[in-house]
């Protein structure tokens, strides 16, 4: 994929963020988790390239990687929990939301 985006751009890493949330629901796990990689790298504070990251590593059965992705998150936000993330996601596809929030838990988040 080739993108033309400013990498000295303060929110350069929301936006890697963004375009790994499309590739993941599109199926592309790999790019997707390239993508998210990369903005994780350029800010480690925004959970949700974590989520993202956790998400993919899952679907391609990367559960160790996972689990650990998974601890980090819950180190950053330890009242974290399934019910509380979906509360969050209203707007979320129903299908999607599903299997993520399954993916999620079997990564190790809580209830």
């Known amino acids: 994929m080739s993108i033309r985006l400013n990498p000295l751009a303060p929110q350069h890493s929301y936006l890697l963020t963004g375009l790994g949330w499309a590739l993941l629901m599109c199926d592309r796990l790999d790019e997707a988790l390239a993508m998210l990689q990369e903005a994780f790298l350029e800010s480690r504070s925004w959970s949700t390239t974590l989520l993202g990251i ?3 590593l899952a679907r391609l059965e990367r ?3 996972a689990r650990a992705a998974a601890a980090q ?9 399934i019910n509380s993330y979906r509360a969050m ?12 929030m399954q993916l999620m838990a079997a990564a190790g988040v809580p209830p």
């Open 89 to 100: 996601t209203p707007d979320v596809p129903s299908v999607f939301l599903e299997q993520h």
């Open 54 to 56: 956790i998400d993919c």
């Open 73 to 81: 998150l819950l180190q950053r936000v330890p009242d974290l929990s």
């Open 63 to 65: 559960w160790d990687e």
